[in-house]
């Protein structure tokens, strides 16, 4: 059987370990947010900045073989290369990007792009879908100058964006 004193001795330290280092009666809160390595945040452009962002892709310099720009959710446009030249994907990920597929489609057939429906596997967030979120992929297979007037041109067109709109680099 424990002694008195030993009992005593655990009584305390449970008492002392509710009340935190500073004996307020408040358990002390640990701030785990030191320990988390820092936020990302997304560089923010305007267009005419684009060039350079997708001369890093094509050297390499950048995490991933692909970027896109994005300034409010919807609107999000990726070019992704292959073989040196660039093509645009539109996924629709929100039930708010869906009527854009249509309007993406139109706008490749009138430019005389080859679409190809597609997907990258992603859930949609808001709406069911019975497989995956749809991606419309025009393949413009175009060099940096031709895919920057052409990603231009969508946001203007489909996304009435302009000059002066900034995007967030993504991914």
């Given amino acids: 059987m424990k002694s008195m004193k030993v009992i005593m001795m655990?009584?305390?330290a449970l008492v002392f370990g509710l009340s935190g280092c500073r004996n307020t009666g408040k358990q002390?809160?640990?701030?785990?947010s030191a320990m988390l390595p820092?936020?990302?945040?997304?560089?923010?452009i305007t267009m005419d900045k684009l060039p350079e962002v997708l001369r890093n892709v094509q050297a390499g310099r950048t995490e991933f073989d692909f970027t896109g720009i994005c300034s409010n959710g919807t609107d999000c446009i990726y070019f992704m290369q292959e073989n040196g030249k660039f093509y645009i994907d539109f996924e629709a990920m929100g039930k708010e990007q869906l009527p854009y597929l249509d309007s993406l489609k139109?706008?490749?057939?009138?430019?005389?792009?080859?679409?190809?429906e597609t997907t990258y596997n992603n859930i949609p967030?808001?709406?069911?879908?019975?497989?995956?979120?749809?991606?419309?992929s025009l393949k413009v297979n175009a060099d940096i100058d031709s895919i920057v007037k052409v990603g231009r041109q969508i946001e203007q067109d489909i996304f009435r964006n302009d000059s002066r709109t900034v995007y967030e680099i993504v991914p």
């Fill in 10 to 12: 655990e009584m305390l």
């Fill in 106 to 116: 139109r706008f490749a057939e009138e430019h005389g792009y080859p679409v190809v």
């Fill in 38 to 44: 820092p936020a990302r945040t997304a560089a923010r």
């Fill in 125 to 136: 967030i808001d709406y069911d879908h019975p497989e995956y979120a749809p991606v419309l």
């Fill in 28 to 32: 002390a809160q640990q701030d785990w």
